[in-house]
């Protein structure tokens, strides 16, 4: 069984997170916007995923090494993943699939916070941010 650890290891990174949240540790940044680009797949290969961004506590954006972006969007909201930022998972088939589980790794010590279920995979294209 492989195990797999994703981390947002930029110490500039935790005041960002910090100041992204609300008095309760709810994530407040909004999630880029996408638009479908093909149909949602159950699985992708772990060979091909270059990074992840935690967009919220629901939502994944999984990046390939073609710069591809496969949203996955939970079922259901997976506490702390939007805050923390960072989340493991395990499998044995060289793919993470739709009836995956990934847990939330908490805190400095990695500590393990809450176990969720992923969702499918949808291609998508993130739309532009608009200019200020």
Do not use: H
């Not at 309760?24 to 680009?37: H, K, L, N, Q, T």
């Not at 079922?75 to 702390?80: D, I, Q």
């Amino acid at each position: 069984m492989r195990r797999y650890v994703l981390t947002l290891a930029a110490a500039t990174g935790l005041v960002g997170l910090a100041a992204a949240t609300d008095a309760w540790g709810r994530d407040e940044r909004p999630v880029p916007e996408a638009i479908p680009a093909g149909k949602a797949q159950s699985c992708i290969s772990l060979s091909r995923i270059n990074e992840t961004r935690v967009r919220s506590d629901r939502v994944i954006d999984f990046v390939t090494n073609d710069r591809r972006v496969f949203r996955n969007t939970l079922p259901n909201a997976c506490p702390s993943l939007g805050f923390e930022q960072r989340f493991a998972y395990a499998t044995t088939l060289g793919q993470l699939c739709s009836i995956d589980t990934i847990t939330v790794l908490q805190g400095p010590g990695f500590g393990r916070g809450a176990t969720c279920g992923l969702g499918m995979f949808q291609p998508v294209m993130l739309t532009p941010r608009p200019k200020r």
